[in-house]
């Protein structure tokens, strides 16, 4: 008993103490092992291999980020990938932004928390089952195609469409949240202030309304983009033959880690780059 | 906002549509565990609950599902610890590189699942091989309390930035040691907050694929990559079927749960 006073009388008389018994596990965990074997991978994508062995030669040599602005296959895959991502996010933000400006501001108050999570729920099924959810839609005779029929036309099929559609899907509560939680704060006076100058519902809407509300557009994008960037699954799933830098970071794995990691670096960097410029548009504080 | 009742029309058809788009591929998710053919084409020509007893009875859907609750327990156990431990840090202390902590604690849910994969992957084949360790259910668990951290993390400084630390002071100027104080009025007041984050801990762990693909052993197959591998094989579609209506409707709880008990649950609150 006594002893467990003393150690609670020490621990509070020095906060530097209970700081470094705080800090120490948790600084182990994410310090040592997560940054540690991240640096190390990064650093392996200046290394090259053996092309018969297979094995990793460590001497430093920036020809992996060489091959990876010359070679076409690679040059043409990462802007596929951007490509995709940004289509993904602009998808999302065309979907969501009305669907958003409903559930904030035109359904009935008490509605409104209801329809907050029925978009939440979703969030939290399955990444896995949802991609094969659109797998059983864009199959050959599903639903897709049934729906399509009437209209003399067919689903896309497994494929590059397929699998902006799938994201899209995957990543839509992302966006749609952001958008609502922005239009929910949106002051009613400024609405009406506009209006008392004489602005009708779309210039308001222009001039007030989008201003303020695409900092959380730009907040949701910076999901659906960096999401959508690093996903392979997917495209095994349903895009055919489709190659996304993920795939091409997968595929690489075995024979050539490092080409791998320097190829894991591109999607790392545009994330970066794109957070950066997200930033500028005040998005991220509103993360 | 004046609206025009032509906008409010488009509007309503709108999010109408929105919902469609969200619910229907669930819904069918559904209705296709009930379909009695292998195959996927719509409309199904009959509807039984067969394929239901045919998963009950399959071996390795259940092996993947106990392997899965497993690795969920383990990590959300690993993630509660370090998540609460850094919390405190930054809630209730101020130090140099507190804001990169914050940072690094993001980090493993903001890069791509396939470079976090591949970083412990290669970490863990050159320092743990030559101890005589292998890829296991163990380097499962390590990989997904990394990233599992976070959620954790962010619901319980949510709380502790809500509730000052006078409660604390007041119980110690009533006679409190640190431990009392902690047991007594600290701890019930962030215990919702960290049932809700290690709920939602768990749904994140139960539910990945990308970290688990390069760090679990050979023997090793979680739910997750137990529906990847047979969802190609014809022969297995009906039971694979089945797994995810059960997954879709299982993934109601968390949620439900988490909402009721926290009200700063942050939404979205992966990252």
Known sequence: MALITRTAGALHRRPRLRLTLLLTAP???????????????????????????SEVVKVWSTDNFHELFTVPVFRQVILRSVGVALAVTALCAVIAFPLAFYTA?????????????AILTPLWASYLVKVYAWRLILSEGGLADWMLKPFGLSGPGYGLTAAVLTLTYLWLPYMILPIHTALEQLPANLLDASADLGARGWRTFRSVVLPMVLPSVAAGSVFTFSLSLGDYITV????????????????????????????????VVVIVLYLLAMRRTGALSSL | ?????????????????????????????????LNPDRSASWPPSGLTLHWWSVAWDNSGARAALWTSVKAGLGATAIALALGTLIAFAVARHRFFGRDAI?????????????????????????????????????????????????????????????????????????GANTFRAFADVTFPLVRSALFAGGLLAFALSFDEIVVTTFTAGPGVETLPIWIFNNMTRPQQAPVVNVVAAVLVLLSVIPIYVAQRLSADTATGSRV
């Open chain 2, 102 to 174: 914050s940072f690094v604690v993001v980090l493993p849910i903001a890069l791509p699942g396939i470079v976090t994969g591949i970083a412990l992957n290669s970490a863990f084949s050159t320092v743990l091989e030559p101890l005589g360790v292998g890829l296991g259910l163990f380097t499962v668990v390590v990989g997904h309390a990394t990233f599992c951290i976070v959620v954790v993390f962010n619901n319980v400084v949510a709380r502790l930035r809500r509730t000052s630390g006078s409660y604390e002071e007041a119980a110690m100027d009533l």
């Open chain 1, 236 to 267: 095994q799933i349903v895009g055919g033959k489709t190659q996304l830098i993920g795939n091409l970071v997968y595929s690489n794995i075995e024979l050539n880690l490092p080409m791998a990691a320097a190829l894991g670096t591109v999607p």
């Open chain 2, 1 to 33: 906002m004046q609206l025009s009742r032509s906008a409010r029309i488009a509007l309503r058809v709108a999010a109408g549509f929105g919902f469609v788009v969200i619910y229907v591929p669930l819904l069918l998710v559904l209705v296709n565990s």
């Open chain 1, 105 to 117: 501001r035109v359904a009935k108050p008490k509605w409104r928390p209801l329809l907050v999570v």
């Open chain 1, 27 to 53: 600084l182990l965990w994410l310090a040592v092992l997560y940054l540690g074997s991240l640096s190390v991978l990064f650093v392996s994508a200046f290394w090259t291999t053996n092309s018969f062995t």
